[in-house]
């Protein structure tokens, strides 16, 4: 029974765990919280592949009972009057869940050994396997090594140092507020606002019985040395950050940059796709944000589950040959990942537009899109970007023939 590291216990880490242990690997998932991360932005899923890899899972149900119900954003002005509407099918895919409530249940899915609270600190390849040192863990030797560890990926780091990321130009941070800010006494329970002046977006949207805070504002793109150092400054620096990038801002900002100071589930990160040469190197591949990133409006949630499906079934049928694996792996990959990343491209434009003349336009548009057949096709467009892969059947647990070409 072939042992496989798995860095990263978020979206990919557990599904390839299920896949794995389904197809006889014995998994073990390192994951640098002290826990199971909760809460976190909302993420999509659209498209019949996407589905179809929950359901094959088996946690499509469960996922769907966990569904946000999220319905349309409303884009107002500093007085909070109402000037147009973002469709929920535009952006929020047919299912939408959060984040932490996604991680919970593919977790329970995922029978595999668990290391919480440590991350890799080495990879050292050996005739016998990969050799790894941890920051707390006594070292050990596994036949395989995957990075699922996200877009700040250790493994990565370590595999293919000096990778640098693709700057979309903006960046997120997302926590959860106190209160509903009126959208609970204005009967949209499930519905959002969002408020915009050049360069800032303020987007608080609420929805089984919680309120969630999105700032994103314009950034310069930034070199490796910057995306380092913002990874490594502590949550208060990174407050002060994100609170002096919307100093001025008027609407409820104020009160949002109170709370995201007693928010404990803060998170920043940058707007940024992950573009390699290639998806593994020896003995160690990468799925999900780790290899292939998209950003924001990429599908990047529902691509990261399907690379670990498409991975672990490409492994199960060569298990004795996991070049010929990452290989197949690779070729069926790639161009449903371009397809993603090229989907992701312009999000800034849309979300954080540099003049106020950009933000009126695209409030025209939003307003305008019920009465036209745009919308729908808008809708089209993303869900054919979705689709655009064929999944192999990876589901029997005794798979073990030819990988085959995309």
Known sequence: ????????????????????????????????????RTG???????????????????????????????GDIAIVDSG??????????????????LRGDLSRILNDAAP??????????????????VHVTFEKAAPRTFDLVVGADGIRSKVRELTFPATPLHHLGFHSA????????????????????????????????????????ALDFATPPLDRDHLDHLDHLDHATQRALVAEAFRGVGWQVPSLLA????????????????????????????????GYAPGPGGMG??????????????????????????????????????VCQKQAKGADKYLVPGRRSQIWRRNQLMRMLPYLPGKSLIKRMTEKAASAVTLPDHTRPDARRPAQPA
């Open 1 to 36: 029974m072939k042992a496989v590291l798995i860095s990263g216990g978020g979206v990919a880490g557990p599904t390839l765990a299920h896949w794995l242990a389904r197809n006889g690997f014995r998994p073990t998932i390192v994951e640098r919280a002290p826990s199971l």
């Open 40 to 70: 976190g932005q909302a993420v999509d899923f659209r498209g019949a592949p996407q589905l179809e890899v929950l359901d094959r899972m088996g946690v499509l149900d469960a996922v769907r009972a966990a569904c946000t119900g999220m």
């Open 80 to 97: 909070g009057r109402r000037l147009a509407r973002l469709p929920s099918e535009v952006f929020s895919g047919e299912v939408e869940i």
């Open 112 to 129: 595999a050994e668990r290391l919480f609270g440590d991350s890799i600190t080495s990879l050292t390849e050996r005739p016998e396997g």
């Open 174 to 213: 997302v926590f959860t507020v106190p209160g509903t800010y009126g959208l609970e006494h204005d009967g949209l329970e499930h519905d959002g606002l969002m408020y915009n002046v050049p360069g800032r977006c303020a987007t608080v949207v609420r929805t089984g019985g919680r309120t969630r805070a």
């Open 259 to 290: 709370a995201m100071e007693e928010a404990e589930d803060f998170y920043l990160w940058p707007a940024a796709q992950v573009v390699l040469p290639r998806l593994s190197s020896g003995r160690v591949a990468l799925v999900g944000d780790a």
């Open 301 to 338: 949630t529902g691509l990261g589950m399907i690379g670990a499906y498409v991975l672990a079934g490409e492994l199960a049928a060569a298990p004795d040959d996991h070049r010929a694996a990452f290989a197949a792996y690779e070729r069926r990959m790639r161009p449903y990942v371009e």
